[in-house]
Structure formats: C-alpha cells, structure tokens
C-alpha cells in the first residue's frame, strides 16, 4: 500500500493515531463532536472576535498556494481500465500533464454514485471500472492512482459525493446488488430519476462516516473532498416523516443542521486519523442556493474554529466570467465581483478559502446575457488572469474544473493555449 509523503511544512512530524485502531472510536468521537457545534448558538461577535486574535496553525493545510484539478468520473469513463497496466499508462499521461501544469494537488473522484474505484467492504465497484457496477476490475485503481501521484510530488484528496447513489435513470445503467439503493431502500430518496441518500436519516450520515473511515484506514490519500452534492431537492415531502417525528419547528434549520452534522462527523473522522489530513468542501458559487436550496450554511463553517471547526477549506464553484450579467441586469456573480464578496466573510483562523475556476467554460461560454459570454472566454488566458486576480486578493489557492476540459479528445482549440498561459504563472513555461 502506497505511503504518505511527509509533510513539507515541519521537519517534526506531528503524532499520527494508528488507523486500524481509530475506526472503532471515530464514529463516537465525531458525534460527541457535532452535537457539540450543533448546541452552540450562532457565533457571537465576541467569540469570533476572540477566535481571530488567537492564530491556530492548521498542519493540513498547505504553505504554499493550492493548485488543484478535478478529475471526475467523466475522466475516468475515458480511461482503460481492461488491464493494471492500461490503467498506470493512462494515469502517468494524466499525472504528467498536472504536474506540468504546475499543479500540486488532483481532485480525484472515488465515489461518485454510492460506489468505489477502490477496495471497499461497504460500496461496490464502480460499473467505471468494468462497465458493470459490483464487478471487481482484478486491481485497484485508487492504490495505482496514489502511487504514481505521490511518485510525482503530487496530493491526492479523494473526492467522494456523500449521498448521490443515482443521477438519472442510465447513470449508473445497473445498480449493483449490494448497491444502499437495495440494501438500505429506506434510506433512499427519488428525486426525478435520480437516487440519493436521505440526509434527514441519522443513520445514512453514520454510514457516510464509516465510508470515510474505511478509505482513510486503507489509502494514503491525502485529505477528503466533498462536492455540492448535499439536499437534493428542497421538495418538503422527501423528509416529512422525520421532520415531523424531530419535533422542529423551522425546516430549512433543521435540514442545515442535519448537513452540519454530517459535515462535522466527516471533520472529526478524518482529524482523528490523521491531522495533517485535509477535510474541504467545494460548493455553488452562490452561497444564498447553498443555504437555501442545499441548506448548507457554508458561511458558518467558515467562521467556526478551534473546537468548532468543521472544514479546513472551503472552494466555492466560481465558474463565472469578467462581466457574467444576469438577465435582471445584475452582475453580483461577475468573477470581479464574486471572489470579493467571498473574501470578504468572517473566516477564522486555520480555515481556507480557495477557489474553483470554470476551465469547462473555455471557449463555450457561461450563459452570460452579457454580449461577451463566450468571446470572454475564448481569448486563450481567461483562467490564468483569474489566477492572478485571486493572487492579488491574497486567495490561498484554486482548482481547475474539469481535466478533461483542458486535456483530451473532448478538450477546446482554446485548451492549449490556456494551458501554456497557466504554465506562466505557475512557472512552468517550457
């Protein structure tokens, strides 16, 4: 099994819990955890006051600027996976290309409907793999993954959507027999043809939990990363039942508290094994859906620290141009005007605030109703003068959606020359 590399920010390596010994105590530990922040009232101005005057080093999170890509499960969908060997080839010409670029950090996808591109007693096999969800490829990809991205001095943060079983009635084409959609109906919501774990359901969040734990103890990744995937629906009927049986009065808090939980029990998890370990989460670009459609009250986590912590990063989705205009006429998430309005929270001291860019956007546009929505992302080096503009707001880093966008068959004339303005500014210009 592949081994973590040491940390670059202190030649003292900090105390590390064994992982085959930490899962038994990591599910309570983190509930303790969550029903603490959940008890807590909203953070007054003193104690966020208090909290920014007293730094607290984070050994998670990197000293220098984070500079990450996703690779999703439409990535690995073009890969070949018909051999061990097809698959190292396809993933050194992927790793190169990052590193390159002057990256430092892949956002791999590892779960992306219930299931896993590794070895799990608790999920089956990705149908990414062989085609058929539950069937077992006669290797690991995850484990050559890490190999040959450590190999590279690069981090590996596993990406894993937390409740998404199905997106649509043919992804996945066949659930697996093993698959929480057969063998946890009951935890399961249909949301138009898709399928998703309840978030009201405690015991879903539990067995979220455990999935994180599991792969932790297994892998040598280098943090976990959640995407946006929290409620999916703001439809009242999904969770009637429990919120009825809650006793709540407000169901828009008790949902966020319900997100808040998870996210808390995933936090304490992942520090409990390993504290040099990341936890971030990348959601909308709009923090009123966040709140308000997903009930994820992203802003919170940014403010809570110390005891309270429950994320060492936040990367909302900024997938807008210069001048993106709505059709109201309102440019509040024009990428000029956005990127301050997220700085500008209380965040307190150990949590990240990183960015992710829109490279999906390269030379297609962002269905602005400005008249440039696509010609302004079409000049060769829209992503590198983003780059520069979150530098000279002090942003700790960003991260590129997706590879495939800038790599591959599917990839823009555009791509190219976005990659060699990037290269310039990462130093990586040949």
């Known amino acids: 099994m592949t081994q973590r590399r040491k940390s670059k920010k202190t030649e003292a390596e900090p105390r590390r819990v064994n992982r085959r010994t930490f899962l038994a105590g990591a599910g309570a530990a983190a509930c303790v955890g969550a029903g603490l922040w959940l008890r807590r009232k909203k953070f007054s101005k003193r104690d966020k006051t208090k909290a920014e005057k007293q730094p607290v080093e984070n050994p998670a999170l990197p000293a220098g600027e984070w500079r990450a890509v996703w690779v999703s499960y439409l990535e690995w ?6 051999s061990a ?3 190292r080839a396809g993933c050194v010409q992927m790793l190169e290309n990052c590193a390159g670029l002057g990256l430092n950090t892949v956002l791999a996808q590892v779960r992306p409907f219930g299931d896993a591109l590794y070895k799990s007693q608790l999920f089956p096999w990705s149908h990414l793999c062989t085609g058929v969800q539950g069937q077992d490829p006669g290797f690991d990809p995850l484990d050559i ?12 943060e596993a990406w894993l959507n937390p409740y998404r079983l199905r997106s649509s009635a043919a992804m996945p084409p066949n659930l697996a027999e093993n698959n929480l959609a057969n063998t946890h109906p009951e935890w399961v919501c249909a949301v138009g043809d898709g399928l998703y774990l309840n978030p009201a359901e405690p ?3 539990d067995y979220v939990v455990q999935g994180v734990a599991e792969l932790l103890q297994n892998y040598a990744v280098d943090g976990i990363h959640f995407d946006d995937y929290f409620y999916p629906t703001t439809e009242e009927s999904i969770d009637a039942a429990q919120f009825a049986a809650s006793g709540a009065a407000d169901l828009a808090a008790w949902r966020r508290q319900n997100v808040t939980a998870l996210v808390k029990k995933v936090h304490d998890t992942v520090k409990t094994a390993d504290p040099t370990l990341r936890f971030g989460i990348s959601p ?3 923090p009123d859906n966040d709140l308000n459609s997903q009930y994820s009250d992203v802003t919170a986590w940014l403010a809570a620290g110390g005891e309270e912590q429950v994320v060492d990063y936040l990367c909302p989705q900024i997938y807008w141009g210069y001048g993106y205009t709505l059709q109201s006429g309102s440019t509040r998430f024009a990428f000029e005007n956005i990127v301050p309005a997220w700085l500008a929270y209380p965040r307190a001291e150990g949590v990240a605030l990183y960015f992710g860019l ?3 956007r390269v030379g297609a546009g962002d269905g602005g109703a400005n008249p440039d929505s696509v010609s302004g992302w079409s000049t060769g080096d829209v992503l590198a003068r983003q780059v520069q503009d979150l530098r000279s707001q002090n942003a700790g880093g ?4 997706r590879y495939g966008s800038l790599f591959g068959a599917g990839a823009p004339e555009q791509a190219a020359a976005e990659c060699a303005a990037l290269r310039t500014v990462t130093g990586k210009e040949t």
């Open 77 to 82: 969908a073009a890969m070949d996976f018909s």
């Open 358 to 360: 829109g490279a999906y």
């Open 145 to 156: 993954l890490l190999q040959e991205a450590h190999g590279r001095g690069l981090s590996v």
């Open 85 to 87: 060997d097809a698959f």
């Open 398 to 401: 960003w991260a590129l959606y």
């Open 284 to 286: 909308q670009g709009n």
């Open 203 to 205: 015991a879903v969040a």
